[in-house]
């Protein structure tokens, strides 16, 4: 099946630095990588969908200026938390999509992310 | 407005069979995914329903019906690593996956 990895898998950061998180599928050509962000006990949250080459779609209520998306390639896609604060602290997970028969998801390891 | 509902939690004994429900409301339909999350890590897919019926994968199965924006999960002869949370999302018209905010599943010996 297909395989989407992130790195990094857990990163702890002081207040007010940034991190970057990769999103990589390694077998196949993603069209579209989505970004979520899910806190303790709760569903996901699309926070954005990316298409290679054009800029991010990001959802309400969420600040593309703080999390900057790149989707540089059709295997890789990057975000950004800048300046990131306590309550950003979150499990960030990619997930990827091919443009196969049923549109299916394939979801990265995850990033946890805690910020000090 | 999209919407999805799942029951928040449910507790199984190992070796018997539960069902997990889901009703959704979506703008258009391409699908119905049911999803594996074990605690701390990435969901994993289980199934995907776009037209009415059953559909048989092992131990797990999932079943549609469109018509009453209907689906669900049933696990047979369970065993332990299976609790997790089952999540259950449904494809809008614009191809973005809606999410329900999961069931926690609990087995007990």
């Known amino acids: 099946g297909a395989v989407v990895s992130q790195h990094p898998s857990w990163v702890i950061c002081k207040s007010g630095t940034s991190v970057k998180i990769e999103c990589r599928s390694l077998d196949f050509q993603a069209t579209t990588m989505f970004w979520y962000r899910q806190f303790p006990k709760q569903s996901l949250m699309l926070m954005a969908t990316s298409n290679e080459g054009s800029k991010a779609t990001y959802e309400q209520g969420v600040e593309k200026d703080k999390f900057l998306i790149n989707h540089a390639s059709l295997t890789l896609s990057t975000l950004t938390v800048t300046s990131a604060h306590p309550e950003d602290s979150s499990f960030y997970i990619c997930?990827?999509?091919?443009?196969?028969?049923?549109?299916?998801?394939?979801f990265g390891p995850g990033t946890r992310l805690t910020v000090l | 407005g999209q919407n999805i509902d799942q029951p928040t939690e449910m507790t199984a004994t190992e070796g018997a069979i539960v069902q997990i429900n889901c009703t959704y409301q979506?703008?258009?339909?391409?699908?119905l995914f049911w999803y594996q999350q074990h605690a701390g890590e990435a969901p994993t897919f289980l199934s995907y329903?776009?037209l009415d019926g059953l559909e048989e994968k092992g131990r797990f199965s999932s079943f549609l019906s469109r018509s009453k924006g209907y689906s669900y999960l049933l696990l047979k002869e369970l065993q332990m690593k299976d609790s997790a949370s089952y999540l259950c999302a449904a494809m809008d018209s614009n191809y973005q996956l809606i999410w329900g905010a999961g069931t926690k599943l609990i087995i007990k010996p």
């Open positions: 997930s990827a999509k091919t443009s196969g028969d049923h549109n299916e998801q394939f």
């Open positions: 979506t703008s258009g339909f391409n699908g």
């Open positions: 329903n776009v």
